[in-house]
């Protein structure tokens, strides 16, 4: 089964600094979709990025990008001048076909005034 | 419209009760999802439904029980159920057919079981 694994429970970043998550994953598929959500104290899960396994161009919105290193099956979400809207749970997720996303443990963000 | 609409937002409810939670979106997914989160923790799969029918069932006790009533509609029949049930719990929808598509998320059910 595909497992995504996170392993920084909890991050801390200065307004306006950069900070990065680490995501990697299992997988014996060649073909799939990657994903970070944040899920910020209101609860609802809002999609932030995506990238899909054939193009090997990062995926990039805005203040947000990653670095896809589909040999090392890794998956890290990189967020500039962060802002104290940032902070939240994120979740990286995981999907191929038609199958149920596949969700790490999350990473608690914290951004210090 | 990009929304899932989840009612209602908080529940608290006795072991005894018989209560539902509603979602509902307007995209024209046809796959829908019920998940459960704990604190601090990621979502769990529960339910999924693909064009209007029961695909997945992880293994979830019988006082959950699910309902699709049309394209649009996910419901979840809650009865009998135990404090450990006390969670958030999400509804998602995503495109069925397509490969590869993101799910979008409803903003959530805070239940509490006393």
């Known amino acids: 089964a595909q497992t995504v694994t996170q392993s920084q429970p909890e991050m801390s970043v200065q307004e306006a600094e950069t900070v990065t998550l680490s995501c990697t994953y299992d997988?014996?598929?060649?073909?799939?979709?990657l994903f970070w959500y944040k899920q910020p104290p209101s609860r609802q899960m809002i999609l932030v990025i995506r990238?899909?396994?054939?193009?090997?161009q990062n995926a990039t919105e805005n203040r947000f990008s990653v670095n896809f290193q589909k040999a090392a099956k890794s998956f890290s979400l990189k967020i500039s001048d962060s802002q104290l809207g940032d902070a939240a749970m994120y979740f990286c997720?995981?999907?191929?076909?038609?199958?149920?996303?596949?969700f790490g443990k999350g990473t608690r963000l914290s951004v210090i005034a | 419209d990009t929304e899932v609409t989840q009612t209602p937002k908080h529940l608290v409810m006795g072991m005894t009760n018989k209560k539902s939670l509603k979602c509902e979106q307007h995209?024209?997914?046809?796959?829908m999802y019920w998940y459960k989160q704990k604190a601090k923790k990621p979502p769990e799969l529960m339910f999924v439904?693909?064009?209007?029918?029961?695909?997945i069932n992880e293994s979830v006790p019988s006082r959950f029980s699910p309902e699709c009533p049309n394209s649009s509609l996910l419901n979840l029949h809650l009865h009998a159920l135990q404090p450990e049930d006390s969670a958030l719990y999400l509804c998602?929808?995503?495109?069925?057919?397509?490969?590869?598509?993101?799910?979008?998320f409803g903003q959530g059910t805070r239940l509490t079981v006393v």
């Open positions: 439904y693909s064009y209007e029918k029961l695909s």
């Open positions: 990238q899909e396994a054939y193009k090997q």
């Open positions: 997988t014996s598929e060649s073909d799939y979709y």
């Open positions: 997720a995981y999907r191929e076909g038609n199958t149920p996303l596949v």
């Open positions: 998602a929808s995503s495109q069925a057919d397509s490969y590869n598509t993101e799910a979008f």
């Open positions: 995209m024209g997914h046809r796959a």
